[in-house]
């Protein structure tokens, strides 16, 4: 939450997207609020509270990675290195990192219940 919180007073409002492959692999990605376009299919998986006065951090997943990885919770972590040059991180010498664990039956139970909102459920 530092980094993020950091980056936020820097940048102002954040948003991350898990990236699905392409250019910079399976990466988590930061963008200040507004520089990337959620799609329609985009789901949110969540929000990251950071300290008041700023405003949360949505994290996104594509439609298609969501379906591959419903099943498991990621977790955003941040670890050294030098992470893809479009994420707002890379300047730091640290990069954003997606770690997972499988759902229990009971949270698969529960999200199938409740799903997830999409991008288009934005517009």
Not at 4 to 9: A, D, H
Not at 13 to 40: E, F, K, N, T
Not at 89 to 113: I, K, M, Q, W, Y
Request: with cysteine; hydrophobic share 40%.
């Amino acid at each position: 939450m530092q980094l993020l919180t950091k980056l936020s007073e820097l940048h102002g409002g954040l948003m991350i997207h898990q990236s699905g492959g392409c250019c910079d692999g399976s990466a988590p990605m930061c963008y200040p609020v507004g520089d990337y376009r959620v799609g329609q299919r985009d789901i949110l998986l969540g929000e990251i509270a950071l300290p008041d006065p700023l405003p949360p951090v949505r994290v996104w997943i594509n439609g298609d990675q969501f379906e591959l990885w419903k099943h498991t919770q990621l977790i955003l972590d941040v670890v050294p290195g030098r992470g893809a040059g479009f994420s707002l991180e890379a300047p730091e010498g640290v990069r954003f990192l997606s770690r997972s664990r499988a759902f229990s039956p009971d949270e698969n139970t529960a999200l199938a219940a409740d799903p997830p909102k999409k991008g288009a459920d934005f517009f």
